[in-house]
């Protein structure tokens, strides 16, 4: 079983539309949660952290079951500029010796 | 302030040739990590150092790659020799040790012909 996983999508969705993109980790002692996003040909960039309590930064909304193992982010009223590939990223360890373990990312394009 | 900065961005190559790709992280962070993207894998962490010792290179696929890190702003990722099915993006990041945060530089589009 792959330690992050992620349906690669793609999600076409109109202006406007509210997703949801899902993602299931497999190590019970994962300490931190994130979800990161790459433009096409670029780098990826952090877009948020996800905490237990669940998270929101204006249209986005992240949550967190550490009994299932599953996070989520929700994106509302879509934009155009939300097209992108979402990455769910789960870090191994804490502090100084933590790294992140990355998904294959979940493809998102925004149509007129 | 500038970000990771990585060179070359592009760098074409033949089947049995070394190739050194080169990062600097920001300035002041401590852990330094090299990623390979492909589109069947996705983002592999290869290695990461913090204070420029190599902590974990498990991920790094064999003998023919190397990392050196010979001071807080500089490392070096080398392929030798290089190979058709090492085509990829390379991706270096950086973060203060204690911080949560990774930044990533725009990367190395490697193709080895």
């Known amino acids: 079983r792959k330690e992050v996983e992620q349906d690669p999508g793609p999600f076409n969705v109109p202006e406007g539309a509210t997703v949801a993109f899902n993602c299931t980790y497999s190590?019970?002692?994962?300490?931190?949660f994130f979800w990161y996003r790459q433009d096409c040909r670029k780098e990826p960039k952090l877009l948020m952290s996800?905490?237990?309590s669940g998270n929101e930064d204006g249209r986005f909304t992240a949550q967190l079951n550490r009994a299932s193992q599953y996070i989520s982010l929700l994106i509302r009223d879509s934009k155009l500029s939300d097209s992108a590939t979402y990455l769910c990223?789960?870090?191994?360890?804490?502090?100084?010796?933590?790294?992140?373990?990355f998904g294959k990312g979940t493809k998102l394009s925004v149509k007129p | 302030d500038a970000g990771v900065i990585q060179s070359p961005r592009h760098e074409v190559t033949e089947m049995g040739q070394e190739v050194t790709l080169r990062c600097k992280p920001i300035?002041?962070?401590?852990?330094l990590f090299w990623y390979r993207q492909t589109m069947m894998r996705g983002l592999e962490l290869l290695i990461y150092?913090?204070?420029?010792?190599?902590?974990?290179d498990s991920g790094m696929p064999e003998d023919r790659f190397s990392a050196k890190m010979p001071n807080a702003s500089f490392s070096t990722l080398k392929i030798q020799p290089s190979e058709p099915r090492d085509s990829a993006v390379y991706f270096c990041?950086?973060?203060?040790?204690?911080?949560?945060?990774?930044?990533f530089g725009p990367g190395t589009r490697l193709l080895v012909l």
């Open positions: 990041a950086s973060r203060f040790s204690s911080a949560e945060t990774q930044y």
């Open positions: 190590n019970s002692a994962s300490q931190s």
């Open positions: 996800v905490y237990s």
């Open positions: 990223v789960v870090k191994k360890g804490g502090g100084s010796q933590g790294n992140l373990i």
């Open positions: 300035s002041g962070h401590n852990s």
């Open positions: 150092f913090n204070n420029n010792v190599p902590i974990d």
